[in-house]
């Protein structure tokens, strides 16, 4: 029988998370598992979960049982068709009466009976209405307030590139700092391909420990290892016929990346603990903030694998370097929360916007969107005021000259030519352009 649900566990004790990492995937379609509630919404919103599995207390100081309880309301409010069950390791009535009322679905007390676990959340996913199920986002390819490309030569060239090479299989190295949106973009391509309606499966490389990795990615057998006490589908299988894309790349240790190759180049997995050769069908798309190039000549990355992986490379360019997409961005989210939270803000005063244009954006676009989302919250009017936006008034970003449109040009055709090493073919490839409108354009910039 196929698994189904997917599964938020919100727990800060580690050695609970890897317990119910290898308890729950036997029983349910995908499981991800995160510390502490600082990125609940986060997750919420890009792993559509239906049921989540809520400690109540994330302060070691504190077991009142607050904090579980605030967001079981939060997490109602935000995402009403979400079940929530409370994890607590005191069994107290009173509290899991308050908990009920706050929308959440059942009480499960630590130590935890795995049967008692399994059936609770398993009542909890068929509770959740089919209709406004969570995954539906992921399946139809929804990612959030969408993909906005700006106005700038750049970003449109990047929307150009996305058209040609989404349909497709090819493998896409996507590159940017932190906050630039490279997990947007990896949807966005998701969405365009010809895989939307099979699942994307998001693996966070960075995150996995090294013993776990191996179990993680390509999942294991009973027995394999302690406390290996079912079958553990890992992700490549999970993504099997769909995407999987690879965030933080850069991260994983030298010596497990020859692991990563060998699966990338037979395109088959062999679970730890057995060796059948499981085939996988999969569109892969990798993310990084690192300079991959630097690292394979410190040699702290395979030569071999940044290949397999670069058949296609989009770098995303730095908020401060797309200044006139400040102020529609900002909007968007404006938009976006005012209805989330039911605010009445529906526009941004003058100096507000002359606050935001100024600001250094060193988080990039979601540094901007956190900002638009605590202002819409504390606002108290129906227009955003700069006393709302919790920015820090010397972080003034440091003007530079306005680049022409020309200089913008050759700017973008001498980083295509460096990244295809001198090669015109594939540079006019990745442009966009005819093999003689590059020549002509190399001998006009001096090239």
Not at 210 to 219: A, I, R
Not at 279 to 305: Q, S, W
Not at 360 to 380: P, Y
Request: hydrophobic fraction near 40%.
């Amino acid at each position: 029988m196929a698994k189904k649900g997917k599964i938020l566990v919100v727990d800060d004790n580690q050695g609970i998370r890897s317990a119910l990492n290898i308890l729950l995937p036997a029983h349910f379609a995908q499981v991800e598992l995160i510390p502490s509630p600082k990125t609940l919404v986060t997750t919420m919103e890009n792993f559509h979960p239906d049921v989540v599995l809520l400690d109540m207390n994330f302060n070691t100081d504190i077991n009142s049982g607050n904090e579980g309880l605030y967001w079981t309301r939060e997490i109602k409010k935000m995402f009403p068709s979400v079940q929530v069950a409370l994890f607590t390791a005191y069994a107290d009535i009173a509290l899991a009466v308050e908990g009920m009322k706050r929308g959440a679905f059942d009480f499960i007390v630590k130590p935890w009976d795995n049967e008692k676990l399994i059936s609770t959340l398993k009542a909890a996913y068929e509770a959740v209405p089919r209709e406004k199920s969570a995954t539906s986002g992921a399946a139809s390819g929804e990612t959030g307030a969408g993909m906005y490309w700006g106005t700038g030569q750049e970003m449109n060239h990047i929307l150009r590139t996305v058209g040609k090479i989404a349909p497709t299989d090819a493998t896409i190295l996507i590159t940017g700092e932190n906050g630039t949106g490279k997990d947007v973009l990896a949807r966005e391509i998701h969405s365009r391909s010809t895989r939307r309606n099979r699942d994307m499966v998001c693996v966070d490389a960075g995150a996995i420990t090294e013993t776990l990795f191996e179990s993680e990615l390509f999942g294991h057998v009973r027995g394999a290892f302690t406390d290996a006490h079912s079958d553990h589908v890992g992700k490549f299988e999970q993504a099997n016929g769909g995407t999987l894309f690879l965030d933080e790349i850069g991260n994983i240790p030298l010596h497990l990346q020859a692991k990563l190759l060998r699966v990338l180049q037979n395109r088959t997995v062999s679970r730890v603990g057995s060796e059948k050769q499981i085939p996988v069908d999969i569109r892969l798309i990798c993310a990084t903030n690192m300079d991959l190039e630097k690292m394979v000549d410190e040699g702290r990355f395979r030569e071999d694998l940044y290949y397999r992986i670069n058949t296609m490379h989009i770098a995303l360019p730095p908020l401060r370097e797309r200044p006139d997409d400040i102020l529609p961005l900002a909007e968007r989210f404006l938009a976006m929360y005012s209805e989330k939270y039911h605010r009445p803000v529906q526009s941004i005063a003058p100096e507000a916007a002359s606050l935001l244009q100024s600001h250094s954006w060193s988080g990039n676009i979601r540094e901007l969107q956190n900002t638009i989302e605590k202002a819409v919250i504390l606002s108290e009017g129906a227009v955003l005021t700069a006393g709302d936006l919790s920015l820090d008034r010397k972080q003034v970003q440091k003007s530079a000259p306005r680049q022409t449109l020309d200089e913008s040009e050759a700017r973008t055709i001498r980083e295509a030519m460096a990244r295809c090493k001198g090669n015109l073919t594939l540079v006019a490839r990745e442009l966009g352009i005819s093999r003689p409108t590059l020549y002509s354009k190399l001998k006009k910039y001096d090239i």
